[in-house]
């Protein structure tokens, strides 16, 4: 089920990137795009963990791009390696015109709900950063 939620996920992203006649090739752009997402969304834990659990510990650049590099590397296996989304891709596109609509609408609602997550957890680490620098002058 999470299998083909993520390919869905993917279909949208991929039939938008037609849409938007992108220079790069669709299911690049696509795989890319949740690449993007789902680093944003484990900054956003990070953040998360960060000013509210254990304040004294920092992102490290080795944490980042360990995270990043795994995130990408399963998505371009997942996507730009393997066919096997081309096979869903037929199984989405058969799908009745209302429930791709509600497909779409439930991919929107992730899509600004990753987004506007890491708005708000930059926004936390912001505060806690203000308290920090407010101490560290008295």
Same mark, same amino acid.
């Given at each position: 089920?999470?299998?083909?939620?993520?390919?869905?996920l993917f279909y949208k992203i991929y039939m938008f990137a037609d849409w938007a006649h992108t220079v790069f090739p669709h299911d690049m752009a696509a795989a890319?795009?949740?690449?993007?997402?789902e680093i944003?969304?484990?900054?956003?834990?990070?953040?998360?963990? &960060? /000013?509210?659990?254990?304040p004294k510990s920092e992102p490290t650049l080795l944490?980042?791009?360990?995270?990043?590099?795994?995130? $990408?590397?399963?998505?371009?296996?997942?996507f730009i390696f393997s066919d096997k989304w081309k096979i869903y891709f037929k199984e989405f596109d058969a799908l009745?015109?209302?429930?791709?609509? &509600? /497909?779409?609408?439930?991919v929107i609602i992730i899509v600004a709900f990753v987004l506007?997550?890491?708005?708000?957890?930059?926004? $936390?680490?912001g505060a806690?950063?203000?308290?920090?620098?407010?101490?560290?002058?008295?």
């Open positions: 089920m999470i299998k083909k939620a993520y390919f869905y890319a795009a949740i690449s993007m997402l944003l969304f484990i900054g956003s834990l990070k953040f998360y963990y &960060i /000013g509210y659990i254990d944490e980042m791009i360990l995270a990043g590099t795994v995130v $990408v590397l399963i998505n371009t296996i997942a009745p015109r209302y429930k791709n609509k &509600i /497909g779409t609408w439930i506007i997550n890491m708005v708000i957890s930059i926004k $936390v680490m806690m950063a203000g308290r920090v620098g407010m101490r560290s002058r008295l």
